[in-house]
Structure formats: structure tokens, C-alpha cells
């Protein structure tokens, strides 16, 4: 099927062309991101393939449906940035990759826990400067501590069982309970979960419900010195919340994976130009905040997985086969 691949970097052609060659279809890659003023270049696609910062409102989806458009691809999990009522007057479907490595990203957000508590990214820089003093690179060991989990679904799971397997005690909450994870922590209201918790890792989507979850009123009920980590959706998180509790101290360490206002910054190479974000500006400069710029997806069982789930989600559409991914809008 024809499809205008938005948002491309080297590595999506280097794991889509291979898998569109396998599948039959034919993807034109587009390296902007699609945008009210980029979307003219969908016209006549029956399909587009878009990324995780690439927004769908209304106006963008009526000028698809205007150019033809009827389906949407989307490779990546999160479908907020979808008008999925919108979609439905449209006649637009939309299919998502779901799940293509939860451990990718539960790793990740691991990996930034360790990396605050016991500071790799300083120790590495001082060694390689024939430093080796070790004052102020004390952290703490793992084992014993209590941490919170907030969203108990694919990714959830899997950091839970990391942390479990580094002896820490876990906390659970999700509005819907999964099984599996009953043998691994114990469920709680979240405001227990965030009394009791000495690192809390987020892994719930973002939905109306989930904005701004973690505000001051969410972070005043935590421990002082509380290690946070979101490694699901920027707007989970008030930054603004956030920044004055890491100045008075409340909050002790912070990593972000995604952060709310990203769409302008995060996936593009901006070491040459003045950032304008002064809010992400102050956040790099706390020696306690780790951020990556949205890669905790990015390995290479995840891309293959990315390219194959959406080649296949293209052949169900062009085939006129039920679309195993498919979005659906809300029922009325
Ligand atoms: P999932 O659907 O398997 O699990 C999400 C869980 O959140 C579900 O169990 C759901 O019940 C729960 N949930 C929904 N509303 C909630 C609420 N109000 N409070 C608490 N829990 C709630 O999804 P997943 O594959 O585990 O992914 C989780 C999130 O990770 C995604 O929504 C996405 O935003 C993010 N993600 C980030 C990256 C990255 O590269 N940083 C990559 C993939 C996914």
C-alpha cells in the first residue's frame, strides 16, 4: 500500500524499507513531521505512517480524509495525539503498534534509576579525566527499598518484576488490576503508594484522568527525597510541580524520559542552536536530573518489531481483513 512515512529518521528507513520490500508495500519516507502546514504532502496517500510526536487533530485529519486519506499507522503505542472522534466522522481509521517491547522500555526506566542512584553518568566523565575521587557519587542500594509502580499493564509488569528480582518491595496501583502482578507487589491507592514509595516509575498512558497526575498536591503527599521517573507521557508530570520541588528538595531525584512540551525538541539534533524552552533550560541544571530525549523504545528488537507489526497492520486495511491493532473510537 502507498504510504507517506512522516517524522523519518535514518533508523525507520533502515528497519521499515526492509520490512515494506517483505510485505509488498510501498513507503515514500517524508522527514518532517506532520504538521498543518506538512500535511499537503499526504495528498493522494491512501496511507500515512506517523510517529509519537506527530499530532492528529481535526484540521490535519479532515485535510487527509480531503487527500484521500483512509488509514492511519501509527508506530508507536500511545495514540493521545489522535481526535479519535474525529477519525470516526471522518471515516480515517487508525492502527497502533502495541506492544513492541514492553522490556525495551521497563529496561530504560531501570537503567535511570540506577543512573541517578549511583551516578554512572559522573563517574564516567571523571574517570576518563583521570579523576577518582568518589565523594559525592554516594548512593544507595536497591535492595529493601520500596517502590511504587503506577500502571501495572505491559511495562508495568516487567519493571515490576526487575525490581522485585533487585529485592525491592513494590507497590501497585492501575485502575484495572493485572493478575500477574499480584505475585510481585501489592496493590494500593495511589495515594498510599505514593506515602510509602521511595522511587515511583510511571507506566500508565495519558488520558484525561492522567494529566498532570503527578502535581504539587501528588508530590507533597511523597517522601521526602523521593526518586521519580516517567518514562510514558511528558504531560503525566506537572513540570512546574516539579521544578519547585526539586528546590525546596521534596522531590530528591528525577528522571524523564518524555517530557510535556517535547514535541519541539526531543528527536532532533538542537546542540547548535539557542533552546527557547527555559523551563526544560532550569531542568538540566539540577545535578539530580537525569533526561533522555525519548529513546527508552529504542532498541533494535523494538524497530523490527515496530516495522513488522506495521507492515502487517497495512496488508490487514489493504486486504480488507479486521485490523488486529485498530484504534477504535470511543463507543457512543
Ligand atoms: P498498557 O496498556 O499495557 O498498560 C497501561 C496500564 O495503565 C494499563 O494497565 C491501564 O489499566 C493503566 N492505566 C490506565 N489509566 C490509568 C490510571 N488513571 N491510573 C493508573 N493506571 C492506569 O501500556 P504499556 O505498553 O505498558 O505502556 C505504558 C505507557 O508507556 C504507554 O501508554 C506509553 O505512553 C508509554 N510508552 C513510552 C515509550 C517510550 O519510549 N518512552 C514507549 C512505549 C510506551
Given at each position: 500500500?502507498?504510504?507517506?512515512?512522516?517524522?523519518?529518521?535514518?533508523?525507520?528507513?533502515e528497519?521499515?524499507?526492509?520490512?515494506?520490500?517483505?510485505?509488498?508495500?510501498?513507503?515514500?519516507?517524508?522527514?518532517?513531521?506532520?504538521?498543518?502546514q506538512?500535511?499537503?504532502?499526504?495528498?493522494?496517500?491512501?496511507?500515512?505512517?506517523?510517529?509519537?510526536?506527530?499530532?492528529?487533530?481535526?484540521?490535519?485529519?479532515?485535510?487527509?480524509?480531503?487527500?484521500?486519506t483512509r488509514?492511519?499507522?501509527?508506530r508507536c503505542?500511545?495514540?493521545?495525539?489522535?481526535?479519535?472522534?474525529?477519525?470516526?466522522?471522518?471515516?480515517?481509521r487508525v492502527?497502533?503498534?502495541?506492544?513492541?517491547?514492553?522490556?525495551?522500555?521497563?529496561?530504560?526506566?531501570v537503567?535511570?534509576?540506577?543512573?541517578l542512584n549511583?551516578?554512572?553518568?559522573?563517574?564516567?566523565?571523571?574517570?576518563?579525566?583521570?579523576?577518582?575521587?568518589?565523594?559525592?557519587?554516594l548512593?544507595?542500594?536497591m535492595?529493601?527499598?520500596?517502590?511504587?509502580?503506577?500502571?501495572?499493564?505491559k511495562?508495568?509488569?516487567?519493571?515490576?518484576?526487575?525490581?522485585?528480582?533487585?529485592?525491592?518491595?513494590?507497590?501497585?496501583?492501575?485502575?484495572?488490576?493485572?493478575?500477574?502482578?499480584?505475585?510481585?507487589g501489592?496493590?494500593?491507592?495511589?495515594?498510599?503508594?505514593?506515602?510509602?514509595?521511595?522511587?515511583?516509575?510511571?507506566?500508565?498512558?495519558?488520558?484525561?484522568?492522567?494529566?498532570h497526575?503527578?502535581?504539587?498536591?501528588?508530590?507533597?503527599?511523597?517522601?521526602?527525597?523521593?526518586m521519580?521517573?516517567?518514562?510514558?507521557?511528558?504531560?503525566?508530570?506537572?513540570?512546574?510541580?516539579?521544578?519547585?520541588?526539586?528546590?525546596?528538595?521534596?522531590?530528591g531525584y528525577?528522571?524523564?524520559?518524555?517530557?510535556?512540551?517535547?514535541?519541539?525538541?526531543f528527536?532532533?539534533?538542537?546542540?547548535?542552536?539557542?533552546i527557547?524552552?527555559?523551563?526544560?533550560?532550569?531542568?538540566?541544571?539540577?545535578?539530580?536530573?537525569?533526561?533522555?530525549?525519548?529513546?527508552a523504545?529504542?532498541?533494535?528488537?523494538?524497530?523490527?518489531?515496530?516495522?513488522?507489526?506495521?507492515?502487517?497492520?497495512?496488508?490487514?486495511?489493504?486486504?480488507?481483513?479486521?485490523?488486529?491493532?485498530?484504534?477504535?473510537?470511543?463507543?457512543?
Amino acid at each position: 500500500m502507498r504510504t507517506a512515512v512522516f517524522s523519518t529518521k535514518p533508523y525507520d528507513r533502515e528497519f521499515l524499507q526492509p520490512a515494506a520490500k517483505a510485505t509488498g508495500h510501498e513507503l515514500i519516507f517524508l522527514e518532517p513531521r506532520l504538521t498543518p502546514q506538512t500535511v499537503v504532502l499526504a495528498q493522494g496517500f491512501p496511507a500515512i505512517c506517523s510517529f509519537v510526536n506527530d499530532p492528529l487533530p481535526p484540521a490535519i485529519l479532515q485535510t487527509l480524509a480531503d487527500g484521500g486519506t483512509r488509514f492511519v499507522v501509527l508506530r508507536c503505542a500511545g495514540f493521545n495525539q489522535v481526535d479519535l472522534e474525529a477519525c470516526r466522522k471522518l471515516g480515517v481509521r487508525v492502527a497502533r503498534v502495541p506492544a513492541y517491547s514492553p522490556y525495551a522500555v521497563a529496561e530504560h526506566a531501570v537503567g535511570m534509576m540506577l543512573t541517578l542512584n549511583r551516578k554512572f553518568h559522573k563517574a564516567f566523565n571523571r574517570v576518563r579525566e583521570g579523576n577518582f575521587a568518589i565523594d559525592g557519587l554516594l548512593g544507595f542500594d536497591m535492595h529493601g527499598k520500596t517502590v511504587g509502580v503506577v500502571g501495572t499493564g505491559k511495562i508495568g509488569a516487567i519493571a515490576a518484576g526487575i525490581l522485585k528480582g533487585f529485592g525491592c518491595e513494590i507497590l501497585l496501583y492501575d485502575v484495572i488490576e493485572n493478575e500477574a502482578c499480584r505475585a510481585l507487589g501489592r496493590y494500593v491507592a495511589l495515594n498510599e503508594l505514593f506515602a510509602a514509595s521511595e522511587i515511583i516509575t510511571l507506566h500508565c498512558p495519558l488520558t484525561p484522568e492522567t494529566q498532570h497526575l503527578i502535581d504539587k498536591a501528588a508530590i507533597e503527599r511523597m517522601k521526602r527525597g523521593v526518586m521519580l521517573i516517567n518514562t510514558s507521557r511528558g504531560a503525566l508530570v506537572d513540570t512546574q510541580a516539579v521544578l519547585a520541588s526539586l528546590k525546596s528538595g521534596q522531590l530528591g531525584y528525577l528522571g524523564l524520559d518524555v517530557y510535556e512540551e517535547e514535541a519541539d525538541l526531543f528527536f532532533e539534533d538542537h546542540s547548535s542552536h539557542v533552546i527557547q524552552d527555559d523551563t526544560f533550560m532550569r531542568l538540566l541544571t539540577f545535578p539530580n536530573v537525569l533526561i533522555t530525549s525519548h529513546q527508552a523504545f529504542f532498541t533494535r528488537t523494538a524497530l523490527e518489531e515496530i516495522a513488522r507489526v506495521t507492515m502487517a497492520n497495512l496488508t490487514a486495511f489493504e486486504r480488507g481483513e479486521r485490523v488486529a491493532n485498530e484504534v477504535l473510537p470511543p463507543s457512543k
